[in-house]
């Protein structure tokens, strides 16, 4: 074999680590954590964490941020989150023991983040109600927003001129582990969960990547989108 090949062991045996997962499942809602957070979340001692936050860190999967004496972590890239999304639907269809287990039971499969945008059977509700309205254009290829989503996405509160500046791909799929399909992501999918938020649609629940729908929430994406979330 020639030439330059990328680490793909080295990155495989940092995430293949139990307390190392652990860690970077906690982040995938793309909130930034403490060491002492992570900890808990890994399950080991936080001498231990320490040392397995060091090696993420050394190797580009996480990026720290601090502010005063704290210290937060988060993941480096969407890209990261990507990856753990594609583990995570490469073994929903393998044996039982390698089958994922989450926190959060059903209320996690209704309705969470990944990464920074919307999953489960809410994120995939939102994906189908747009490609349904000729909104979106969405394959295992790749993404497209339409005109008529443009506009609607206007709208909803979205300014598309600002989110299309950054780096990031703008529109594009992403294959739902539990639910087996394609929702939203990218910085359109980005922006609709943020937005969500800010309207008090969704909120968080403590200690894990689900979510919980408010009133005003449900009368929302029913109306918008036309969709009756099953959370």
């Not at 909803?156 to 639910?179: K, Y």
């Not at 449900?218 to 969709?227: C, E, H, L, S, V």
């Amino acid at each position: 074999m020639t030439g330059l090949q990328p680490p793909v062991s080295e990155i495989a045996a940092l995430v293949g680590n139990p307390a190392r997962a652990n860690v970077l499942i906690a982040l995938l809602d793309g909130r930034a954590l403490t060491a002492g957070e992570l900890a808990f979340a890994a399950g080991v001692s936080p001498q231990t964490t320490s040392g397995h936050l060091a090696k993420l860190s050394a190797a580009g999967l996480l990026s720290l941020t601090k502010q005063g004496r704290h210290a937060y972590y988060r993941l480096a890239t969407p890209q990261v989150g990507r990856m753990l999304e594609g583990i995570m639907a490469v073994a929903v269809d393998a044996p039982s023991r390698y089958q994922p287990h989450w926190r959060g039971g059903d209320a996690l499969r209704s309705a969470r983040t990944c990464y920074d945008h919307l999953a489960g059977r809410l994120g995939v509700a939102v994906a189908d109600a747009l490609a349904a309205r000729d909104h979106l254009v969405l394959t295992e290829d790749g993404g497209i927003l339409t005109r008529s989503g443009e506009q609607f996405l206007a709208d909803f509160g979205i300014d598309l001129a600002r989110i299309n500046r950054g780096r990031r791909t703008f529109c594009r799929p992403c294959l739902d582990w539990s639910e087996r399909r394609l929702h939203l992501a990218g910085a359109v999918g980005a922006a609709i969960a943020q937005r969500c938020f800010e309207l008090g649609w969704i909120a968080r629940i403590r200690d894990t990547r689900a979510l919980t729908v408010s009133a005003t929430g449900k009368a929302g994406f029913a109306d918008r989108f036309g969709i009756a979330p099953m959370v």
